[in-house]
């Protein structure tokens, strides 16, 4: 079942904005959480300390603050330019 209705495609400037938004977000996240996680004492990258407990949990930090990053540039974008999938 094909709908019918058409809806314009966001322009390449907007999809510009939308992607660089998201990868600022996604990347200054990721930093937060990496210095998070050395505030914490947990260093993800730490030589020698291989697969420890606080590697891990340094690694997951600064998964959670790029996924939190990404979720709150997604937020702004959405605030901004409403819906892209609208």
């Known amino acids: 079942m094909a709908s019918n209705d058409k809806r314009e495609a966001p322009s390449t400037g ?3 904005v ?3 938004s998201q990868a600022v ?3 200054v996240g990721a930093l937060l959480g990496r210095y ?5 004492g947990c260093d993800a990258f730490a030589p020698g300390s291989g697969y420890s407990s606080t590697a ?8 959670l603050g790029g996924g939190a990053g990404l979720q709150a ?3 702004w ?3 901004r330019y409403g819906d892209p999938r609208e």
């Open 56 to 63: 891990i949990i340094g690694i997951a930090l600064i998964g």
């Open 18 to 20: 939308q992607g660089v």
């Open 73 to 75: 540039a997604r937020i």
């Open 25 to 27: 977000g996604f990347f």
């Open 14 to 16: 907007r999809l510009l």
């Open 36 to 40: 998070l996680g050395l505030a914490l």
């Open 77 to 79: 974008y959405t605030r």
